[in-house]
């Protein structure tokens, strides 16, 4: 079964910290991605990657930086957290046969940020 | 260019009774579809996927979705719900344009009364 692992189910912050959420996948996938979900706004890409070192953004990236020093790992930053990234976090991972990909979600962590 | 469309905000059934959560797609390349779903609080989990070898495909826990290319259309069935159904359903597109690109409906809340 594949396994994705996110550090934290959740999270309590003050504005202006430095916030770091983690996700780890055993299948060796190659492509990992970070969205967070909204009631009313569904599910939004923020970034995802597709190799080691190697970003991409998504829909909304403002705000989150990402890193991925090594294959199965895949980081979250919130640089100086703000109120408005009170979210749910999930993170997936992937993996492609042909001209298919298929996702695969982590727990999920719901991020509250005062 | 992609779109996915849950024709229900919410679903509301009696336990033991069909399930129906309707899903209609456009997409200008050969689409995959997948059908998600996310208990409270939780990630999301994989139902199904429609890989183009049959047109109706079975998933987990008694639920099975039909492609319907002429009626651009993924609905997802269960012949009767069980009150651990009570959940949110995702209808979900993916097609390769270059990369990849995954699109996510708004999402089925389904309730089952007892």
């Known amino acids: 079964d594949v396994k994705v692992t996110q550090s934290s189910r959740y999270l309590v912050k003050r504005t202006g910290e430095k916030v770091f959420l983690e996700c780890v996948q055993d299948m060796d996938h190659e492509n990992m991605f970070w969205y967070r979900q909204d009631p009313g706004l569904g599910l939004r890409l923020i970034y995802f990657s597709y190799d080691v070192k190697m970003k991409e953004k998504g829909d909304i990236p403002e705000g989150y930086s990402v890193s991925r020093e090594k294959k199965e790992r895949f980081s979250l930053i919130l640089e100086s957290a703000s109120t408005n990234q009170t979210s749910m976090y999930l993170c997936?991972?992937?993996?492609?046969?042909?001209?298919?990909?298929?996702?695969?979600f982590g727990p999920g962590t719901r991020l509250l940020v005062l | 260019a992609q779109s996915v469309t849950q024709l229900d905000s919410h679903v509301s059934v009696s336990e033991g009774t069909p399930v129906l959560l309707r899903c209609n797609y456009s997409s200008s390349y050969s689409p995959s579809l997948f059908w998600y779903v996310q208990h409270p609080n939780k990630g999301l989990q994989l139902l199904l996927k429609y890989t183009s070898a049959a047109t109706l495909v079975k998933g987990i826990n008694g639920f099975e979705a039909e492609f319907k290319k002429s009626e651009t259309s993924f609905h997802l069935t269960k012949p009767s719900a069980h009150m651990s159904d009570a959940a949110e359903y995702f209808c979900v597109v993916s097609a390769r344009t270059g990369g990849f690109k995954t699109i996510f409906g708004a999402g089925t809340r389904l309730f089952v009364k007892a």
């Open positions: 997936a991972s992937s993996f492609q046969v042909g001209n298919q990909e298929t996702q695969y």
